[in-house]
């Protein structure tokens, strides 16, 4: 665990990079064996303003990547932060710090965006996606990849996590992003267990139905556990799924960078509430 630890602490951009198209990558690949459905789509056309929405994420995250690494070596210098509370094993000590970084920086953030009104018009620009796949993973306007960095810069300064464990973090989370996201079908056994421990592909693909009570559940992004703790956790057939967004229905118009970019700046629409027992 230590040179695990050890590597993430001065993992290469080169690496990380691997990671992150390495990903993509695979996940695309497993999408033509094993599809969860058969989306009427071009493949290549809908992934381009996805691969943009990527490019910004990526320059965004870098940009700001002085702050997470300052205050990560102040907080280890210092021993400040609430897992320096207690003496833990080195190998909890990783894993409490990966799971309430997935809390704060994903979960809680991904639970604020739905619920403030100037944060869930930044983030319709990830929901209406009209053909959810592993490029839907980095579909963020560059502003909410803005919003998710603070969260986890917030995360990192009270958890007292060290730069490794913020790097084994953000490395998982990319990773598990592609794969929740991928239109990918797991044995329905398989995802369902799994889905108590891990987000799966089918219990993400609820999250993105494209009306509530659906769209504010499952927030979750490596872990399962918080939306089953806090009670945010639905399920909904798969057949059943309508991906996109309401309140922004023109899939010609979100198909496009250009109105993408200009979508958290439209006038806000009340979204439409569904009864749950069309589940």
């Given amino acids: 665990m230590e040179s695990l630890i050890l590597y993430f602490e001065t993992i290469p951009s080169l690496h990380r990079s691997i990671i992150l198209v390495g990903g993509i990558s695979f996940f695309w690949l497993l999408e033509g064996l094993l599809p969860l459905r058969r989306l009427p789509y071009k493949k290549w056309q809908h992934a381009l303003p996805n691969f943009f929405f990527t490019i910004t994420s990526i320059l965004v995250n870098f940009s700001l990547a002085f ?31 990966v799971l309430f970084l997935d809390f704060i920086g994903a979960y809680l953030a991904h639970w604020t965006e739905h619920r403030l009104k100037p944060l869930w018009m930044v983030h319709l620009v ?14 963020h306007h560059p502003l909410e990849s803005v919003v998710r960095f603070t969260f986890t810069l917030v995360a990192v300064f009270v958890l007292g996590t060290p730069i490794g464990v913020v790097m084994l973090y953000q490395s998982l989370s990319v990773v598990l992003s592609q794969f929740n996201h991928a239109n990918i079908q797991l044995p329905k056994k398989v995802d369902a267990v799994l889905s108590y421990i891990l987000v799966t592909p089918h219990m993400h693909k609820v999250h993105h139905h494209y009306v509530l009570p659906y769209t504010d559940s499952n927030f979750g992004n490596i872990f399962a556990i918080w939306d089953r703790l806090l009670g945010t956790y639905m399920h909904l057939a798969a057949e059943k799924i309508v991906y996109g967004v309401d309140v922004f229905p023109n899939e010609t118009e979100n198909s496009r960078v250009v109105p993408l970019l200009r979508q958290p700046f439209q ?7 569904q009864p749950t027992a069309t589940e």
């Fill in 126 to 139: 990830h929901h209406s996606d009209h053909h959810v796949d592993t490029t839907t993973a980095n579909r």
């Fill in 267 to 273: 006038p806000y629409q009340k979204p439409t509430i």
């Fill in 67 to 97: 702050l997470l690494l300052t205050t990560a070596d102040w907080v280890n210098a210092n021993q400040f932060g609430l897992l320096h509370l207690v003496s833990l094993p080195f190998w909890l000590y990783v894993l409490l710090g």
